[in-house]
């Protein structure tokens, strides 16, 4: 058994005095060890838990991103209404407290409907709208994402009695499904995601919180009604940690966390090592930093990253890429461990289990720091939950020794 000679572990929902954490402004959220959603103070470490559960997932690194859906939490003064009432603080949010509304059909016929401001959006955007939703009446819930006339748009139904998505749908032109899911946020809550191209400049977001059948959004007056909260419309492929807002539009500010100076140099050697990161990325959408070793610039590059659905060990010395090596492949919301090791003309790179590839032709860069879970410019936008680094001498032959951590433990490899 091999101790690695720095390590860190994340689910235990502390930060090692080695790293140095930023995030500016008050803005951000995560789901608290009781499973409910709390916002954290600025430069404060987010270690998020499954709301289900309640095992910690891990650091939480995001890139910036902003709530262009004001009200987020939808009250009865700011959210417009069709064939509805809302009543403010009817039962438990996610927050864990009574600040959930309550939507009630108060017209029988078409659709019971509740519609946030329009957001402002850049030109021909791809958004990403969400929201929390809990089963009133009807198992089913309809969410519209359309231009500002609601003549262009998309539909999508989603079942909020068994979190399975329904039927989707688009109507006039320009506008189309890119993606779309549920989440479990536990106590009957689900979060619904939504993801569409656009054209224009502004976006509204739709809410029909109960519905009887997937593809219809027709209520019953006195009888129907849902359950609606924490509506969120970003830009971007995917939905990240939910930001509240109020009259404003509001922006969440990068996960910063880094280890430099002498607390990188006090275990890193120079010219050969390896390192294992265990993740759980929200998207496989671009370029998906687990850990990066470097100089500050992008000459000198060592790094464990996700390439979207290509998990990599990717080298970079006087500017000139060495090793790009794809070790399998991996999916969103999905756990994944990878292991690379580096030394001059012997590389390679580990996906869970599975067959090491190599790579035979590669120079080591000089690096001086690490970034965890971004390049300076990318985003995990997801969970780091552990991360071990071993020196040269540690792996006996890197490129031919591969560890594999079980229950929080490195142990002896297989040979290649």
Known sequence: ???????????????????????????????????????????????????????????????????????????????????????????????????????????????????????????????????????????????????????????????????????SSTFGSGWAKVDASVVDAANGWYRVTFTVSTTGTTAGFLIFPSCPADGDASCTAGVTFGYPWGAQVEEGAFATSYIPTGASAVTRNADV??????????????????????????????????????????????????????????????GAPQAQIDAGTIAANTAYNLFGVWKTNDCAAKLNNGTPVTDVTATIPTVTQARIGSDGTNYLSGHIATIDYYTGNQLAGVGRYMYTRRKNKVVQPSIF
């Open 257 to 318: 966390a880094t280890i430099t100076g002498s607390n990188f140099s006090n275990f890193w050697q120079a010219g050969e090592g390896g390192t294992q990161v265990q993740a759980i990325p929200s998207t496989v959408s671009g370029i998906r930093p687990l850990i990066q070793f470097d100089d500050g610039t992008a000459n000198e590059i060592i790094a464990l990253r996700g390439n979207t659905t290509n998990p990599e060990l990717y080298i970079v010395d006087g």
């Open 1 to 167: 058994m091999t101790t690695p000679a720095f390590s860190l572990d994340f689910t235990t929902a502390s930060l090692d005095a080695s790293v140095t954490f930023s995030r500016t402004g008050a803005t951000a959220t995560r789901v608290n060890s009781s499973g409910y959603i709390e916002t954290v103070a600025a430069d404060t470490p987010r270690f998020d838990y499954n709301p289900v559960t309640k095992v910690c997932k891990g650091l939480l690194v995001e890139g910036m991103r902003s709530n262009a859906q004001r009200y987020s939490t939808i009250t009865n003064a700011n959210w417009g209404v069709l064939r509805a009432d809302i009543v403010d603080n009817q039962t438990t949010s996610p927050l864990g407290t009574t600040t959930a509304p309550k939507v009630n059909c108060n017209t029988t016929g078409g659709g019971m409907n509740v519609s946030g401001l329009q957001c402002t959006i850049s030109s021909g955007a791809t958004i990403t709208a969400s929201v929390y939703l809990k089963k009133g009446y009807d198992n089913f819930a309809l969410l519209i994402v359309a231009d500002a006339t609601t003549s262009n748009g998309v539909r999508q139904w989603v079942n909020i009695n068994t979190g399975v998505l329904g039927s």
